[in-house]
């Protein structure tokens, strides 16, 4: 049986209050005037279920947020979300059964989520994916309930143009899916094992071209097969061990070569370099004492300076005669009491150091003679170093030229037979690491061509199964196809849409097929006729779904401005209002129409609930309607 999928209250909070609407009907008109905000309200029905909806300017700025009473299938819940764009990413959730406020769900993939919620209540999975046939290598993109949503809203803007996005063929996959999916004529495991196909066919195709890629680095090393580097691997290892014997042997009849008179060559030698390195670390500290007398006597030799200074200065200033005394200016033609300052007259404090300065200079004059006599004794050890390390100096050259000369005559004739030997050794082994390095290569041949012969038995075991679980559907789809073109051809002509001779349903496409035409060509026919068809068309999907008691087709149908495009065609528009009040009142309770349009035919007003809106009083009521000249409507915004 069908789903049950009813809006039963649309509350709209707004910056001046709140604006509520029941929808206890199965049919249900908003009717009114273009710009009185019927297409704003079905926009904030799709915001509610978290899809991205158009949104006028009086919605943006006066409505804070849109709460939905909904009943879906065994559920009943209240979704609220913000307009806020801080705030529009999550829904509040409330069980209307028990009143219980639920974890706010997300709008996006993050859990708990919006989207899982509601196909999990129309008893669907959230994890499906639409994948495409043929050579396509995507999973598919993920059905969402936005996608199940364009089966039950048909919008104003598509009314006229498009069924169910079915122009973009991004989307065709995913649209064509969903339908079979609402039918009953496949299911979560055949959309799986579609998806997986698909990502065995990329994990084969990436396995493939690594092996092309590895095959021809291996044709360039000049390998076409690995038996072959297997041979050139043991001929190089042959080479590798051949060397190093031939190494082996040079060293052996190297190292008998030294005589004991050889050895005590290199012993001397040693010896040799050893009191070298003892004298010049002799002389390095040597070297460092000089330098430190030389310090002392150049601070000694200062300081007898300064004192010739002060002597000096003093026997200068003896001779000065004052008549005035510099400080007082009292004259200094008087007898000077003795012991008092011939200048000033005052008691002299000066007191005679002509002894200690005598004293002083001597110190440091014998100070200075004795460091004279240590530099002279260093300059002397310093001349028998440098002596001792020529001597040892050549004394090293000496001993290096004799056993040189005691050890080319044997060893010379060696040295290059050990070079080459050396050098076959370092290319086999270099020719070895190569070829190891191409067995890897070929291993990785032997693994890329066993993991894509391993994929390709997944693949097709997966499209034997596939196979089989499709066509255990195929009776199911011929039939369900089937009913759905006859009632769709019977319903195109009880509505007389004008100019159509044949109607039907296209059994790969499921899209409408009009005079040998499919529906994509029939809209450039003309806006009426393919406003028709539309009513036509979902009508006889929610017909059949309502006949077979095992499908998932939710029993609603949201209609935006279907009369829009039908202009003056009276007897058309009766015509599908009849058809819809017909579905209407053959299942009660059990189906679901909203429709927003202008003017209504007046045969029918007794067999629905209407709601009419004006200027005076718009949909979003709290808010004053800017009028008829003023308002800017959806439409107007996105031709903009």
Known sequence: MTVQFRIDALTLDTTEGEVGYQFTSDLTVLAGPTGVGKTTLLELIKFGFGGDARLAPVAV???????????????????????????????????????????????????????????????????????????????????TFNDILTYLYIPQYEINRDIARSQDSYLEPKRRAVFELLFGLTDANILA???????????????????????????????????????????????????????????????????????????????????????????????????????????????????????????????????VCPRCMQSLERHIPAGACRLCLQADTVVDTGQIDQYEVRQLASQLTEMEDQLRALDTQQ????????????????????????????????????????????????????????????????????????????????????????????????????????????????????????????????????NGKIFSQVVQVGGGMATATQVAYWSSLLAIALRNHDTNYPAFLLLDSPRLALNTAEKLTAALYRRLVTQADANPGRVQFIIADNELPDSYRGHYAQVDFNYLHPTVATIEHPGESEVVTIDDLHDE
Request: charged content about 35%; proline content about 2%; aromatic content about 2%.
């Open 383 to 514: 001349a028998v170093l440098i002596r001792a390390i020529g001597d040892r100096e050549r004394l090293i050259e000496h001993l290096s030229s004799t056993l040189e000369t005691r050890t080319a005559e044997r060893v010379t004739p060696r040295l290059q037979a050990f070079s080459d030997a050396s050098q076959r050794l370092a290319t086999a082994r270099t020719q070895q690491e190569l070829l190891e390095a191409t067995l890897r290569q070929w291993d990785r041949v032997a693994d890329l061509e066993n993991a894509a012969d391993t994929l390709r038995g997944e693949r097709e075991q997966l499209k034997g199964q596939l196979k089989r679980a499709t066509a255990q559907l195929e009776e199911r789809r011929t039939r369900i196809v089937d009913e759905i073109s006859e009632e769709f051809a019977s319903t195109v002509a009880a509505v007389g849409i004008p100019g159509v001779q044949t109607a039907s349903v296209d059994k790969d496409k499921y899209l409408p097929f009009l």
């Open 61 to 143: 700025e006066h409505v804070e947020a849109v709460s939905l009473d909904v009943t879906l299938g065994d559920e009943k819940l209240r979704l609220t979300r913000s307009l806020d764009q801080a705030k529009r990413k999550t829904a509040r959730v409330t069980d209307l059964v028990t009143l219980e406020r639920q974890p706010d769900h997300n709008v996006g993939n993050e859990q708990p989520s919006l989207n899982t919620l509601l196909l999990r209540c129309l008893g669907l999975p959230d994890d499906m994916r639409a994948a495409a046939g043929g050579n396509s290598v995507r999973e598919g993109n993920r059905i």
């Open 193 to 323: 094992m579609r998806s997986r196909i698909n990502k065995l066919k990329a994990k084969i195709d990436s396995a493939e071209k690594e092996h092309s890629t590895v095959v021809e680095f291996l044709r360039a090393s000049g390998t076409t097969a690995r038996s072959e580097a297997v041979e050139t691997g043991e001929q190089a290892r042959a080479n590798q061990e051949a060397a190093e014997r031939e190494l082996g042997a040079l060293r052996e009849e190297i190292e008998p070569i030294a005589d004991r008179e050889t050895q005590v060559v290199r012993d001397l030698l040693a010896e040799a370099e050893r009191a070298l390195a003892d004298v010049r670390t002799a002389n390095v500290d040597l070297n460092r004492r000089q330098a430190e007398y030389m310090a002392e006597r150049r601070r000694v030799q200062g300081d007898l300076d300064r004192l010739d200074r002060m002597r000096t200065a003093g026997e200068r200033l003896a001779d000065i005669e004052f008549t």
